[in-house]
């Protein structure tokens, strides 16, 4: 998935497989690293912060109500952020 990844840098969905790949193989703190990486990159997919607010979630040991604001917050942002871009046509967004 790594090799895919190095060809198709902008897949919302490979990186999505790839990232839930990696949860069952790495640490909790290995695979937030790697959703952390990738946020600048898919910041304006909404698919991508659904993902990740569902990965936050259901992780018990990261679970808590300001926890899930701020990323609900941060998401919010970059969404508008990235919507924004769009109507004004700077940029592009990456498919949902």
Known sequence: MEKALEHHADSVELMLLYLQACSL??????????????????SGSYRFWKEFLAFISSQFSMFSVSTIRALLIRALRALTAARDRLLNGVGHLFPC
């Open 25 to 42: 193989r790495d640490t909790v703190a290995e695979v937030l690293l790697k959703w952390e990486k990738a946020v600048p990159m898919f």
